[in-house]
């Protein structure tokens, strides 16, 4: 005779399979009709009484959303089968693949009404670059304020290098690396929900070092290693670290976000006012 | 000239300016610019464009946010609806190549969108690269998708599943397209 907890552990098992079912058919675009809505729902059913604890019953409530989804899915396959859009992509992966090219050009041409763009100068915009060319200082009084020395050429080695701080002492993609790992440990430490609060984790002893670890974050979140969190109405800004770097799909539209780290702000974190 | 001709000839010059001339990122316009610029009649003013451009084979053509087209649209959906100007006949595979399309790339894109609307408007990447592939040479195929990315004709999510963008929705009938490719016979 199997045990309660058994049976609960069971039923954990078969809802997170579920849950991976629908999942799977919600990403990859898989046929909905696969998922067995009417015996899925009596699975759930049938494990609803034993849940007890808050878990449990989320667990129950995501299994619902799941499938809730996967019905929509349905739906709109249904919706799509009567319409005139409707094809077998099997058949007409074949038709493709056996037409030449020139075919498919010639068959794409004649529903391709390509959209007219022009990009030409306005008197406006001449106007406005006139006016910018008046105002600007030629370049011999731009650069005046930096005149150039007298150097002599000679040889550094490595470490001289190093120990003027032109060169570091490991390559920028290791230090990411590092600093990711530490990201992910202080959040694992200090944060919680799998976030840090900004300043919790850029914020150092000096206010130097504050600036290298807000340089450094900005390079883990535009190369995809974490992502900020913002919540403009409490005025807080978290970081999240990925535990793999997401790749950069090229689709999306990147955004630049400006923080400030100045040295007020510095000075309230450590008297800890900001956050 | 009337007063009234003389107010839509000023219009009309106005809605070619804002409709030809690139302004953003995307070409074309929204209804509420072109509201702002014509007044509250441009659906009116653009049907006079649309029936001006008829004899040099362009039209105005109407995307709303929507997927399909709106038959009778409100207000509203116009409003948020963008207005471009394309080509109104069909065009040469010999002038595509004018425009800047290489064949290999266009017929790519042809295979893209065909596959992605057989697949109810989402498919794998992976899946249309690998179609891609079978005529395209390997290295080309993942640049084109990205290409056609970058156009507007196809859009991808952080699961990578390719989707028909705004410019396939403007520039494609898909409904002639499924029917041409599956009606075509080989000679």
């Known amino acids: 005779m199997q045990s309660k907890k058994e049976h609960e552990n069971l039923g ?45 019953l ?93 150097n002599e050429t000679g040889t550094a080695t490595r470490e001289e290098l190093i120990s003027q701080r032109i060169l570091r002492d490991r390559s920028f993609s290791e230090e990411l690396e590092t600093f990711w790992q530490q990201l992910k440990k202080s959040t694992a430490e200090k944060g919680e929900n799998g976030k840090i609060h900004y300043w919790n984790f850029v914020g150092a002893d000096t206010y130097n070092e504050t600036v290298q670890r807000a340089f450094m974050a900005s390079f883990l979140i535009t190369y995809g290693y974490a992502t900020l969190e913002i919540h403009p109405l409490e005025e807080e800004v978290f970081i999240v670290p990925y535990q793999k770097p997401a790749p950069n799909t090229g689709s999306k539209q990147l955004v630049s976000i400006p923080i400030a780290v100045s040295a007020e702000d510095w000075q309230k974190w450590k008297k800890g006012e900001l956050q | 000239m009337s007063k009234r001709k003389a107010y839509y000839a000023s219009k009309l010059k106005r809605a070619t300016h804002l409709l030809f001339y690139k302004r953003h990122k995307k070409p074309g316009v929204k209804g509420w610019e072109l509201r702002k610029a014509l007044g509250s009649d441009y659906p009116k003013v653009l049907k006079l464009l649309d029936d001006y451009l008829k004899m040099l084979d362009l039209q105005v053509k109407t995307v709303f946010e929507e997927e399909r087209t709106v038959e009778k649209p409100t207000l509203e959906q116009l409003d948020k609806a963008r207005f471009l100007i394309t080509l109104r006949g069909e065009i040469t595979p010999k002038e595509a190549k004018m425009i800047g399309w290489r064949v290999d790339d266009l017929a790519g894109l042809a295979i893209a969108i065909s596959y992605i609307i057989s697949k109810r408007g989402k498919a794998p990447r992976k899946e249309v690269e690998d179609i891609l592939r079978d005529k395209l040479p390997g290295w080309k195929v993942g640049l084109n998708v990205d290409r056609y990315i970058r156009y507007g004709y196809l859009t991808q999510d952080e699961n990578e599943q390719l989707y028909l963008d705004w410019r396939t929705r403007a520039e494609v009938d898909q409904n002639a397209l499924v029917d041409l490719v599956l009606s075509h016979e080989k000679a």
């Open chain 1, 12 to 56: 954990r098992e078969k809802l997170q399979r579920i849950i991976d079912t629908c999942k799977s058919v919600e990403d990859r675009a898989l046929d909905p009709f696969l998922v067995d809505i009417k015996g899925n729902i009596n699975a759930l059913k049938e494990y609803f009484p034993e849940w007890r604890i808050p878990e449990d």
């Open chain 1, 58 to 150: 989320c667990l129950d409530a995501e299994t619902v959303h799941h499938l809730a989804s996967v019905t929509r899915l349905q739906s709109e396959w249904v919706k799509h089968r009567s319409t005139s859009l409707y094809t077998d992509p099997f058949l007409l992966e074949d038709k493709i693949r056996r037409m030449t090219k020139a075919d498919i050009v010639e068959t794409f041409a004649k529903v391709w009404r390509p959209t007219i763009e022009l990009e030409q100068i306005s008197l406006r915009s001449i106007t406005e670059a006139i006016e910018y060319w008046d105002s600007l200082l030629p370049m011999k009084e731009r650069w005046k304020e930096f005149p150039l020395g007298e």
